[in-house]
């Protein structure tokens, strides 16, 4: 089993507890460590996790990319009333850092920083193996600044 989906494993076994109630928005940034790394990839695998925890992935996408190329921010309106929000930057730390925070209508999930990272087993190879379809719609935002 991927990094990534032992993560998801276990933001998903918090969620069905019920304790933090009903996922109302995810906030995610992840720090990469290498200068090439894909912002767009890592965006999507990301957005992807993001989506199954809060069980859509139905929405308006917005993209800002700073000039750069070091960081792009994503803002997804979902159309059953979440928000997702992602910034990616790549060159910013010497390690995988991650912070996200999971935000339920009773309570909040909050997993971050580097040990945590490195814990879970996650790499910048973790975020290179892209979720097309957000990967797609990505591509295509990044373009226009919108979904």
Not at 19 to 30: D, E, H, N, Y
Not at 99 to 127: D, P, Q
């Amino acid at each position: 089993m991927s990094s990534i989906a032992q993560l998801e494993e276990t933001l998903g076994e918090a969620v069905t507890t019920g304790k933090i109630g009903t996922v109302v928005s995810i906030r995610a940034l992840l720090h990469l460590p290498g200068e090439q790394a894909d912002l767009e990839t890592a965006a999507s695998v990301v957005l992807g996790l993001a989506g199954r925890l809060i069980g859509s992935d139905s929405g308006s996408l917005v993209t800002r990319g700073q000039e750069s190329g070091r960081q792009l921010n994503l803002l997804v309106g979902l159309d059953v009333g979440g928000i997702l929000s992602v910034s990616v930057t790549r060159g910013s730390s010497s390690q995988v850092e991650l912070v996200l925070v999971v935000v339920g209508n009773h309570g909040v999930i909050r997993l971050e920083g580097a040990e945590l990272a490195e814990e879970m087993g996650l790499s910048e190879e973790s975020f290179a193996g892209p979720d097309d379809s957000w990967l797609e719609r990505i591509s295509g935002s990044v373009n226009t600044g919108t979904s």
